[in-house]
């Protein structure tokens, strides 16, 4: 597996070998041990998985403190344009993302390590998503800041008269208001 470095050091690109013929494809998804010698030494605890249609864009979704959750994500079928935002107090690249378009094609994963929130957009008819997480879910530690914040900037590849939003993430806070609430921040909560 090939491991590729995004604009965000921790987040990168993993892009395994795809053995295929007429029948199909075999590519291995994760390997604890090969992982460890590129130097990603996780315990992932709970696998998720989501089906979204054209123009849905979930997140941007993090848990807080001991809830904290490194993820890892693919795509098995359709495309996605997969985002990662830097929410860690006092890093250097705190309020940017990397954006990476995953897809049942190209067979790329994206490591998301503790301290970001995670988002995606639905570019394809239809997209299955699939993720590893470190940490269990927990309801009370779940945090949001708006995927349509223009501090942010980001470009989700769907119109925005296309775009589709649960009611959590539509009422999701601002980029600001994140940073200005200490119970909020990623190396201030107690």
Known sequence: MEKLETALPGVFVLQP????????????????RTMAEAGLDVRFVQD??????????RGLHYQKGAASQAKLVRVIEGEVLDVALDLRAGSPTFGR????????????????????????????????????????????AEG??????????????????QASFSEKDRAAPSFARYRSNPDFFFGRQP
Do not use: M
């Open 48 to 57: 998720n998985e989501s089906l979204s249609h054209y123009g849905v864009i």
């Open 17 to 32: 070998r795809i053995f295929g013929d007429g029948r199909g494809y075999f590519c291995e998804t994760w390997n604890e």
């Open 144 to 161: 949001s800041v708006s995927a349509l914040d223009p501090e942010l900037g980001i470009d989700w590849g769907v119109p925005a008269a």
């Open 97 to 140: 993302f990397a954006a990476v378009r995953l897809s049942g094609e190209n067979h790329r994963q994206l490591f998301i390590p503790k301290g970001f929130a995670h988002g995606f957009a639905v570019l394809s008819k239809r997209a299955v998503f699939a993720y590893k997480c470190d940490a269990f879910y927990e309801p009370a």
